[in-house]
């Protein structure tokens, strides 16, 4: 037994909870995550009402995502882990890790661009608006649906199905099940940026986004239990 395990462990539940929270909170004041696939003027309208409690709850949310590079490298990389399935350690870590950084590079958009776009989006000039709007519409394919959302959560499934292999392994069978369906959920939910770009309702996907990552909190916090009870 590894004596960072309560730690670890500890640690995997408080990021399974602390990054439902800013979740929560766009849920409830801008409507998160059904308000991505608004009209950009209305989006746009709403995130500049939001005002800067609306931009760190973003901001809040970005970070909780990042929090998954040193958390799924510290979960898939052990010494027994090492000795016994190099492959499918190393995979699990790096996987974790380029999820992180890409659901964090998709959030930090409604940061660090998209308070500049709302307010040209509110200005008096209808060229600056049109071009603000049509701006923020391929920053949110390519930076969001792209990126944080399509490959962001290739990745996490990725990651969670590596590591629930590692996991069936190691005997714990009930933990490595809840993995996989969560890789698959994951997986089926990102169909609906393909079906965007096609030019189709995607709406059916979105439900294995969402059951995807409700998933994803539970089965971290039983990986977190884990560790403690073995602690």
């Not at 309208?45 to 990042?66: C, E, I, K, Q, V």
């Not at 380029?98 to 709302?118: E, K, N």
């Not at 770009?197 to 909190?217: E, K, Q, V, W």
């Amino acid at each position: 037994m590894s004596a960072r395990s309560p730690w670890l462990g500890a640690a995997t539940i408080v990021l399974a909870v602390s990054f439902n929270i800013p979740y929560a909170v766009l849920a409830t004041i801008f409507d998160y995550p059904a308000i991505l696939r608004q009209p950009a003027a209305e989006v746009l309208d709403r995130f500049a009402a939001g005002g800067t409690g609306l931009l760190l709850t973003w901001y809040a949310f970005a970070l909780a995502a990042l929090a998954l590079v040193p958390l799924s490298s510290a979960l898939a990389i052990t010494p027994a882990r090492l000795a016994a399935r190099p492959a499918l350690a190393i995979g699990a870590a790096l996987a974790g890790v380029l999820a992180g950084i890409t659901q964090a590079i998709g959030l930090v958009r409604w940061v660090f661009v998209m308070p500049d776009l709302a307010r040209a989006a509110a200005s008096d000039d209808p060229a600056a608006a049109d071009a603000a709007i049509h701006t923020f519409t391929l920053i949110n394919a390519y930076g969001g649906v792209a990126v944080g959302e399509h490959l962001g959560q290739l990745l996490t499934a990725l990651f969670a199905g590596l590591l629930a292999a590692l996991q069936l392994g190691e005997g714990h069978r009930a933990t490595a099940g809840f993995g996989f369906g969560t890789a698959a959920l994951l997986t089926f939910g990102t169909g609906e940026g393909l079906m965007l770009a096609a030019g189709h309702d995607g709406s059916l996907f979105a439900i294995g986004t969402i059951t995807g990552f409700l998933a994803l909190t539970v089965w971290l916090i039983a990986t977190g239990t884990l560790l403690l009870r073995r602690a």
